[in-house]
């Protein structure tokens, strides 16, 4: 990356889902020249010790404080890499430096910045089942800590009407365990009770799990923080094979 | 990958949206085993040829025989590669494979499959053009030539209604001059008609393109074959920054 006037650069960079062999050319490049690395804790762990570089660990909950540390060390001269796991622009940070940016002094929009790219949760999830992502779908945040409850039951709402496959980032946590739950009792009552959904936890590092139950018997507690949800739309199929689970997909085709 | 009975292999790949700086090295390595790569002709031409490499490309709409080519290869003893570019599973070959195994004998669903991902066409935009798909959104691909156009127009207005990002695959082509006018149209008659809408062309290639227009001013014109277009959602933004094109985020939070 080339620098700007002050030298300093800041990569907004995608870890993908776990495995090395998902962290692209790009991102490994970067972090090769990056003088700070910052990001929530575990992300940054992913991340090589070596002299020159300062890690900057910080925990969740602090995006802005992060993001806005990341924009100051820029500008300040610094090579400055952002990390996040998946993908930085969905679900993550690099929506977190632009709103740092608006909120900050003018220059910073000025700043040589780019956000690279990385294997956002879905994609590795839907790559280790099969291909249910294959025709239209979306992705919706169940967190409820930055929108209201409302707006989420009304877009899951809309979803199942628009019959996408439903790609679930946050489905659960510690603070919100009934999430997940509620999603559920809503596309019950839009969906036919046999739509497959899989639970795809930790994709890609040896903590992998993937299952794949019917929308009626689907529950929450077969979820945690590490794990994708994926309901299937109306033309989502599996195809048994032994033992493991099945091949999930979606045709190119819709009726 | 280990092989199965026969030894073989099928690696369905992606190999992202053009630059090398973007495949993963998962990708990378499959391809340095495979005896045969299989894909349509301008992705198979990014793969180096060398001795023990059959390279197979096709011409495009010929998906349902070449996916049972590569079964056919995989269950005979070869370690096949099928590549798209961007992301296998989204609106490309892995749905594709799925589809001809279920068509196929039944021991191809236990042969030694994988889908390997990639650097989608919308992350890659995305993170060109900042994070327009920072909140909830969808992907939806405008081509009707699997779909009926009144299942892309009632997708289009829900996912409106549901005020998701909206990203375009294959929004235009030779034989669809028109299909991407008509999306705007049921766009306009839902959004405000400052709603940004980014056109990026050729992302991470020399040919780079990327503009940014309101939605009233948006044309199909503006979109050819290699164009991925994002509309943002109501509470998408953009950041000014000089002459380039303005950094365009989705925030985190909506009301």
């Given at each position: 990356m080339s620098g700007g006037a002050s030298g300093?650069?800041?990569a907004i960079a995608g870890?993908?889902?776990?495995s090395e062999a998902l962290v692209t050319p790009e991102v490994t490049a970067a972090l090769a020249q990056a003088t700070d690395v910052i990001g929530y804790?575990?992300?940054v762990a992913r991340v090589a010790p070596r002299p020159g570089l300062t890690l900057h660990p910080t925990d969740n909950r602090v995006e802005m404080d992060r993001a806005a540390h990341a924009l100051r060390l820029a500008a300040a001269g610094g090579r400055v890499v952002v990390v996040?796991?998946?993908d930085p622009g969905v679900f993550a940070m690099a929506a977190a430096v632009f709103e740092a940016m608006e909120a900050g002094p003018a220059d910073w929009a000025m700043l040589d910045i780019r956000v690279l790219p990385g294997i956002t949760a879905m994609l590795a999830a839907s790559a280790r089942a099969g291909a249910p992502l294959g025709h239209d779908f979306c992705a919706i945040n169940l967190s409820d800590n930055l929108k209201p409850w409302t707006l989420i039951a009304r877009r899951l709402a809309l979803a199942a009407e628009a019959d996408f496959a439903i790609a679930l980032y946050n489905p659960r946590s510690r603070a919100r365990p009934d999430t997940l739950d509620a999603a559920f009792a809503i596309l019950r009552e839009a969906c036919a009770q046999d739509r497959?959904?899989?639970f795809a936890r930790a994709v890609t590092t040896m903590q992998e799990h993937l299952r794949v139950v019917p929308l009626a018997q689907a529950?929450?507690?077969m979820a945690d923080m590490r794990t994708m949800v994926i309901v299937g739309s109306s033309t989502t199929r599996t195809i048994p094979r032994g033992d493991a689970a099945p091949f999930l997909y979606t045709p190119r085709s819709a009726p």
């Amino acid at each position: 990356m080339s620098g700007g006037a002050s030298g300093g650069w800041l990569a907004i960079a995608g870890l993908g889902p776990g495995s090395e062999a998902l962290v692209t050319p790009e991102v490994t490049a970067a972090l090769a020249q990056a003088t700070d690395v910052i990001g929530y804790i575990p992300y940054v762990a992913r991340v090589a010790p070596r002299p020159g570089l300062t890690l900057h660990p910080t925990d969740n909950r602090v995006e802005m404080d992060r993001a806005a540390h990341a924009l100051r060390l820029a500008a300040a001269g610094g090579r400055v890499v952002v990390v996040s796991s998946g993908d930085p622009g969905v679900f993550a940070m690099a929506a977190a430096v632009f709103e740092a940016m608006e909120a900050g002094p003018a220059d910073w929009a000025m700043l040589d910045i780019r956000v690279l790219p990385g294997i956002t949760a879905m994609l590795a999830a839907s790559a280790r089942a099969g291909a249910p992502l294959g025709h239209d779908f979306c992705a919706i945040n169940l967190s409820d800590n930055l929108k209201p409850w409302t707006l989420i039951a009304r877009r899951l709402a809309l979803a199942a009407e628009a019959d996408f496959a439903i790609a679930l980032y946050n489905p659960r946590s510690r603070a919100r365990p009934d999430t997940l739950d509620a999603a559920f009792a809503i596309l019950r009552e839009a969906c036919a009770q046999d739509r497959p959904v899989l639970f795809a936890r930790a994709v890609t590092t040896m903590q992998e799990h993937l299952r794949v139950v019917p929308l009626a018997q689907a529950r929450g507690d077969m979820a945690d923080m590490r794990t994708m949800v994926i309901v299937g739309s109306s033309t989502t199929r599996t195809i048994p094979r032994g033992d493991a689970a099945p091949f999930l997909y979606t045709p190119r085709s819709a009726p």
